[in-house]
């Protein structure tokens, strides 16, 4: 039974599968693969062979497989592998860039896009044609054929925490993304390329004004506390914000408009400022917590800012006056404006022959607190009544504006005097006069205290004892008014007596002589007891 | 004991689920153990084709289990595959050499080693050959006690797939390639099951009675 069978086993199922399986595996990755390409970058940062995707649209289509240097070493070559799909994508225009994205690219998304690599994004062209070697761009292109949407132009003077990608706000929601930035050349200010999406790119008109809407306003100055932010994605990431002011032009924008950013809301909404008016103030007395931009004030509204602060040298006095200069924009006065006088001249001098009717009538500049916490001055522009009058030299270029002292600087003014009227007093011999009269009247007291008052105790006790005898005597039970009682009881009847007895020579005056007649009885009238 | 009879020789074939010997009654192919009903076989059939057949397909299945990434590990985002000599180069530079040892011995070394001692086994087998007997005995055990120890690379994607899930911070996940690696443990495995060692000592008759 060793004898080996000549028929095949059924067992042999088991390798041909395998081997089959093996072979359509093969098959279909060799047939799944795509096109390979190589795309020349300046530097490979951000590039790893194997793992940095190449992504169309937010969909990976292809893998970097390989990143060396060229030949000379001036550049480096990724070896990118594409999926099959993606065959179409490469025409002879496509562009590549590398994107290294940020903390939320137009959000915050996910810790994954934090910490995950850059990757490759394509830009399908629209030439026909294959090609195999491509070069990257350095910067993102700022027309993406495939989106739709307009790019515009932005000026700004400092980047702050905008980057690529940054967002693009319209009444806080996202419409597009900053694209690329560039210094300009001569260094003075970025040249920011955005790209709004339609439909949301006919909402940038002609009128619209742009501002840096990064992280958060805060802001604490002479008029207090102000706290402002746009999202929080913004916090993180920057963002551009835009709005039309209205009464603003509202007709779209075309593409490439340029705009300039603003710094906040607040500046880029508020209407223009018009032509600036300088002048110079000069004060006698230091001005510690008045800063370059601090706000001019003239009757309760905003009209300029502080732009220096200088000292200056009076050798007559041996005094640094401090030379402060104030810019002022006579058009935020607003409609009042039109209804001041004009004059002739360019416009400093209007401004001149103006201020200085206003002057004769006690125009000043003063420096007073605007926060009492933090010491903060601010310039007030206001009339002051009783003003000595000042000679105002209206031929003075910058024009000088008179000055008085601050509220605060007056009020320890009269302090000072107060304290000074305070010193004048003689208090010493105020005191020592108080002294003596204090020592006399305590003399005094002694002798009230020795001499006065037990005189005055032993009167009352005297009193006392007077007013207990009157009590005896007039108590009910005393005899005294029972004595009385009986008197004035006796003095009644002998009252009644003497009145019979009048009564009776009245009637017969002869009884007085003749004694009583035998008829004469009493009458009814008296009243009388029986006469004993 | 070379005087000791074989049982070929006396007609006897042992019963290989009861252990019964009997004497079948004739030269057939289907008699059946009288206590137990088994069919009787004196020797495996179809062994050496069986575990050709098994061998040859674990080979075929070793080059994508080789080839395939077993592993995909996403960590803070980027995400990567690996291979298996991939991961043992990863393991070694980053200074686990332990790990490194244990998965390089366990899913390269003890499968080349299966498949060269079947082969070995197998094709002196089908010769005849009476090279070395003791010595292709002891590697046919070894072969069979160490045969299932590959499969600790499987277990060890499917543990570390199963507990690093920890949403965007790391994740793992096993791909085909494991799946592979499965496979040829599994059919090397069956390989040495199929492979009858009494094979190993069939042609010591021949020699002593030639």
């Given amino acids: 039974m060793v004898s080996p069978r000549r028929r095949l086993s059924v067992m042999w199922i088991v390798p041909t599968l395998a081997a089959l399986i093996g072979l359509s595996m093969l098959v279909h990755a060799w047939s799944s693969e795509g096109p390979t390409i190589t ?36 550049h480096v070559v990724a070896s990118v592998a594409l999926m099959k799909n993606a065959a179409s994508l490469l025409r002879t225009d496509t562009r590549f860039w590398v994107v290294r994205p940020r903390i939320g690219m137009g959000g915050v998304s996910g810790i994954d896009t934090l910490l995950s690599g850059s990757y490759i994004a ?96 805060v802001s604490l100055g002479a008029d207090g506390l102000k706290l402002n932010t746009q999202s929080l994605a913004t916090v993180m990431a920057g963002g551009i914000a835009f709005a039309t002011p ?14 300039a950013l603003a710094k906040d809301e607040a500046a880029a909404m508020a209407p223009s400022d018009g032509p600036a008016q300088f002048l110079q103030l000069r004060f006698e007395n230091s001005l510690r917590g008045l800063s370059v931009g601090a706000p001019v004030q003239f009757a309760g509204m905003d009209i300029g800012h502080v732009t220096s602060i200088d000292l200056d040298y009076n050798a007559a006095a041996h005094r640094f006056p401090t030379l402060v200069g104030i810019e002022i924009f006579p058009s935020r006065l607003g409609g009042v404006t039109t209804r001041l006088p004009t004059y002739q001249g360019d416009q400093e001098q209007q401004a001149a022959q103006f201020l200085a009717s206003l002057v004769a009538h006690g125009l000043r500049a003063q420096a007073r607190a605007g926060n009492l916490l933090t010491g903060q001055l601010y310039i007030a522009i ?55 009269s204090l020592g006399e009247l305590n003399g005094t007291l002694g002798q009230i205290n020795g001499e006065l008052l037990p005189a005055t105790t032993r009167t009352m006790q005297t009193l006392q004892r007077t007013l207990g005898t009157v009590q005896g005597t007039f108590a009910d039970d005393a005899p005294l ?15 009644r007596s003497l009145r019979t007895l009048t009564d009776l020579l009245g009637r017969h005056p002869e009884s007085l002589l003749l004694g009583t007649p035998n008829d004469a009885k009493p009458t009814a009238n008296t009243k009388e007891e029986p006469t004993h | 004991m070379t005087g000791l009879p074989r049982a070929k020789t006396l007609g006897l074939v042992g019963c290989h689920a009861c252990r019964l010997v009997c004497a079948p009654p004739a030269a057939h192919d289907d008699s059946r153990c009288p206590r137990c009903g088994t069919p009787l076989h004196q020797r495996q059939p179809h062994s050496l084709a069986r575990a050709w057949a098994l061998l040859l ?59 060269l001692i079947l082969g070995l086994l197998l094709l002196t087998a089908q010769r005849r050959s009476g090279w070395a007997r003791h010595e292709r005995t002891r590697l046919y055990r070894l072969v069979e006690l160490v045969g299932y120890w590959s499969m ?30 499965g496979a040829v443990v599994i059919l090397t495995m069956l390989a040495a099951m199929q492979f009858d060692p009494r094979l190993i000592w069939d042609g010591e008759t021949h020699e002593r009675n030639s």
């Fill in chain 1, 382 to 436: 206001d009339f002051v009544p009783n003003a000595p009058p000042i000679a105002f030299d209206m031929q003075a270029r910058p024009i000088v504006l008179p000055t008085v002292n601050g509220s605060f600087d007056q009020m320890q003014e009269q302090i000072a005097s107060i304290v000074a009227k305070v010193n004048k007093m003689p208090l010493e011999s105020i005191g020592r006069h108080l002294d003596a």
């Fill in chain 2, 57 to 115: 397909a674990g080979v075929i299945f070793y080059v994508p289990a080789n080839l395939l990434p077993v592993m995909h590990t996403n960590m803070l985002g980027s995400g990567s595959d690996s291979t298996i000599l991939e991961g043992v180069i990863e393991f070694w530079q980053s200074g686990s050499y332990g790990i490194a040892l244990v998965i390089f011995i366990a899913s390269v070394a003890v499968p080349c080693s299966k498949f």
């Fill in chain 1, 122 to 217: 394509v830009d399908r062209g629209v030439e026909r044609g294959f090609a195999k070697a491509y070069t990257g761009l350095e910067m993102p292109p700022t027309i993406i054929h495939d989106v739709p949407g307009t790019s515009f132009t932005i000026y700004a003077d400092d980047l702050g925490s905008l980057d690529i990608g940054s967002p693009v706000y319209y009444r806080h929601m996202q419409v597009g993304h900053i694209a690329s930035y560039r210094l300009d050349a001569d260094g003075r200010r970025f040249n920011l390329q955005i790209f709004v999406n339609a439909p949301y790119d006919r909402l940038v008109t002609k009128g619209a004004r742009f501002w840096n809407a990064s992280g958060i306003d």
């Fill in chain 1, 246 to 259: 209205t009464g603003g032009v509202s007709t779209p924008a075309s593409a490439q408009t340029t705009y």
């Fill in chain 2, 152 to 181: 600790l690379d499987v277990v060890v994607v499917g543990v570390v797939a199963g507990l690093v899930k920890f949403q965007a911070l790391a994740d793992i996940e096993p791909r085909l390639g494991i799946l592979f690696f």
């Fill in chain 1, 39 to 74: 795309i020349a970058f300046k530097t490979a940062e951000g590039l790893e062979a194997g793992k940095t995707p190449v992504k169309y649209k937010a969909v990976t289509v292809g893998t970097v497989t390989a990143v060396d240097l060229s030949k000379d070493g001036s």
């Fill in chain 1, 481 to 495: 008014p029972q004595h009385i009682t009986e008197t004035l009881l006796e003095v009644q009847r002998t009252a």
